[in-house]
């Protein structure tokens, strides 16, 4: 009798990013998972049963690091009407450059997801609706929030190459001129 071999999920989800940052989201197949990974794509099916679910293990393993960073801010910033959105800020600018790569390929790639549309919706309907958009505080948070965003799709898609300095540079500027 055979030792019984075992896949490892987190292996597994590193093969699949590796493909998706080397070929794109139409290179991401059950196959090429398992031919980067160096097992069977039986195994690759055990591990996640479908391409979907494969997909799903790949997003939460991406945002629960950014969820991380913003627990801990969380934890120690002072209470206030916009700490969620500084903590997002907060999270934002602490994005290695390989991590904003992935995180960005795999968002572009994953879009089809109906679990990942679905949970990202629900993601920023939660942040806007913290927003008092009655006052000039709730206005500047709204902006910095977009600001965020758009800094993150431009570096993220390559339209334009922020380096480190200028990654944190922005996120400086988003806290002091939006959020302070």
Do not use: C
């Not at 055979?2 to 991401?28: H, M, P, S």
């Amino acid at each position: 009798m055979g030792r019984r071999q075992t896949i490892d999920r987190g292996d597994l989800l590193d093969a699949a990013e590796r493909v998706v940052l080397r070929e794109g989201a139409n290179g991401l197949t059950m196959d090429a998972v398992a031919k980067e990974a160096g097992v069977s794509k039986g195994g690759v099916l055990y591990a996640f049963a479908t391409k979907d679910a494969l997909i799903d293990a790949m997003m939460r393993r991406v945002t629960s690091s950014y969820d991380a960073v913003i627990e801990q801010f969380l934890a120690t910033a002072e209470a206030g009407p916009n700490v969620h959105f500084l903590a997002h800020v907060v999270a934002s600018s602490q994005e290695d450059e390989a991590t904003h790569a992935r995180a960005i390929a795999l968002m572009a790639s994953f879009v089809r997801s109906p679990n990942f549309q679905q949970e990202t919706r629900a993601y920023y309907q939660s942040l806007f609706e913290r927003l008092d958009l009655a006052g000039e505080p709730g206005r500047k948070a709204r902006l910095a929030l977009l600001a965020t965003e758009g800094a993150f799709v431009l570096r993220g898609f390559g339209f334009y190459q922020f380096n480190d300095v200028e990654w944190r540079a922005i996120h400086e500027d988003i806290i002091a001129i939006l959020l302070s």
